[in-house]
């Protein structure tokens, strides 16, 4: 391996080369012009192109247990949504409330909530936005408060876990913290926060959600049980769940990172979805799963790990992380407060996981003015806290809030980017104020 | 053997600006499972299917992309498909046509017309080279009933 910048093309300086590189690639990743994935392997590719790092360098880079976890994590989700069990949650949470609008209002945001704790939000909002257009059609009432509802919780629901939201898995990743880590930190101002903004939802549409009898009674009508579509698949698949969520608690005491039980968990459900069939029919399944991996954002960490690295090795993330330290007089306090904030702002208006991805070795390199890594955790958890609640900040804050509204675009009732801003920046304010004031009982009285 | 010696010439079509119950009375009068639509001067636009058709029955969630899979839970009457249906029966049939067809034209050799039909059509419609002027259809029947003419 040799040192950042001794093979650099033209003989430019690395650390103006891989800066001018990689703010070229957040300006096209803001632009939205270029699909994310590309944008971001050609930045990489570009960094090893022009010499900063060579290949060896790029490939350290790349944090595998990330990719591991979140590859273990879509196959898993991709062979246990087969069995239809979380449209079976949607429609029993919902006619446990008697499919009064209201009731349902808060129930499906808190099942979103949930589901987003233990998946990622795209694959929440990919099961739960389908049930909820098809149950507001059926009542009558409109989609608006339920999808809005479900964008928020499934942020915030995300927030909680180490596998709920991808900022999540780079930060546990990184500093090592385990999935107890995430719900012992994060769990109960997560459900704070939650609560805080059903209620405010609550008091904004609840009195306006009314509905009949009649359409009341088509939702009612709903046989749950029949969404289960594979009884044994779904009995495998709550098993293999509940064992790998169990490995990740257990993760520090079996000295596992969380990308290899992922990973496993997923090859022993593989293992159960094809046991006894054929051969021809065993590679048809494994076939199945493996095209729901979605590659396209497995590449995109792979190329984003990449970009960091360069501009890590370049010396660059050294020389903001100084800045940061002498901007926040190396007070951890303010450093966590300043981390929390912007983290929230900026993962309103770019993608939070090259933001998070580009924070990380930045508060490492300023983990040594800070105080070491013990007295750093307020500012990973602020962090954590800031990213995935500051998705709720705008319509592009994060994918799942992309999809959802390419969701009700498709239905017939679009989210204008202004209305949504609305409410989502007042929920995002309330979030963050709520995080700031957890942080500072927690950590700093 | 091109497509312009066994194509049915004049096809049956819709236009553009016909409504949607126009649309499903042709189909279900000629029996047919798609149609294909030109524009008043007999341009080729695209095609309406029984497949789209359907789409409009059902409740948007199922319709839409990515929408719900699994659907043995529901119990769908007879007056929600009938209301879904009405709701759009007046309406042109513009926005549900499909544009992305493959066309043959009349001296294109007949095996890409079978090659249409066996990847991805029941009908395969025969357009004018220059003009993009709807002049033939070709499906499974028309080729077959060809065949029978040469035995």
Known sequence: MHEAGQGVILGLDPQWLSSSIFLAT??????????????????????????????????????????????????????????????????????????????????????????????????????????????????????????????????????????????????????????????RELGLVVIVIHVVVLALLYLLWGRRLTTSDECRARVMAFQEKDTITDFRLLRQSLVVLAMVIGGFMAAEIIQLESGSIALFGATVLLLLHTLGRDSRSQSQRVHDIFNEVEWSTLAFFVGLFVLVQAVEVSGLLALLGQGLVDFTGGDVQVTAFATLWLAAVSSAIIDNIPFVATMIPLLETATPALGGSEAMAPVWWALSLGACLGGNGSLIGATANVIVAGFAERAGHPIGFLRFLLIAVPVMLLSVVIATAYLYLRHFV | ??????????????????????????????????????????????????????????????????????????????????????????????????????????????????????????????????????????????????????D
């Not at chain 1, 990919?126 to 507001?136: E, G, N, S, Y």
């Not at chain 2, 053997?1 to 126009?22: A, G, K, W």
């Not at chain 2, 299917?49 to 529901?74: A, D, N, Q, W, Y």
């Not at chain 2, 991805?120 to 025969?126: D, L």
């Open chain 1, 26 to 183: 957040y300006v096209l990743l803001v632009s939205d012009r270029v699909n994310r994935t590309v944008i971001v392997l050609l930045g990489a590719g570009l960094m090893i192109l022009t010499g900063v790092i060579d290949q060896q360098q790029a490939v350290a880079g790349v944090d595998f247990n990330t990719i591991a976890l979140l590859t273990g994590m879509m196959i898993l989700v991709a062979i246990i949504q087969r069995s239809g069990v979380f449209q079976f949650v949607a429609i029993w949470a919902t006619k446990r409330v008697g499919a009064d609008p209201r009731g349902i209002l808060l129930m499906l945001a808190t099942v979103t909530a949930l589901f987003s704790a233990l998946l990622d939000n795209v694959t929440t909002v990919l099961l739960i936005v389908p049930v909820t257009l098809l149950i507001v059609d059926k009542l009558e009432v409109s989609p608006y408060p339920f999808l809005l509802a479900e964008i928020f919780a499934s942020n915030i629901g995300g927030t909680a876990t180490l596998i709920g939201d991808p900022p999540n898995i780079l930060i546990g990743s990184a500093v090592g913290f385990s999935f107890t880590d995430f719900v």
């Open chain 2, 1 to 150: 053997m091109d497509c312009s010696t066994i194509m049915r010439s004049p096809p049956t079509r819709l236009y553009v600006d016909n409504t949607v119950q126009e649309a499903i009375d042709l189909l279900v009068e000629r029996h047919m499972y798609n149609l294909p639509v030109v524009d008043r001067d007999e341009i080729f636009v695209g095609e309406i299917s029984t497949r789209r058709l359907i789409g409009l029955m059902l409740p948007v969630s199922l319709s839409m992309e990515m929408g719900l899979k699994h659907t043995g839970f529901m119990r769908e009457t007879r007056e929600e498909l009938r209301k879904r249906l009405d709701k759009v029966s007046d309406q042109p049939i513009t926005p549900y046509i499909a544009t992305d067809i493959t066309v043959v034209y009349p001296d294109s050799p007949l095996i890409d017309a079978l090659m249409l039909l066996y990847h991805k059509y029941i009908r395969v419609p025969v357009v004018e080279r220059d003009s993009g002027r709807l002049v033939g259809g070709i499906s499974f029947l028309t080729v077959l009933r060809a065949l029978e003419e040469k």
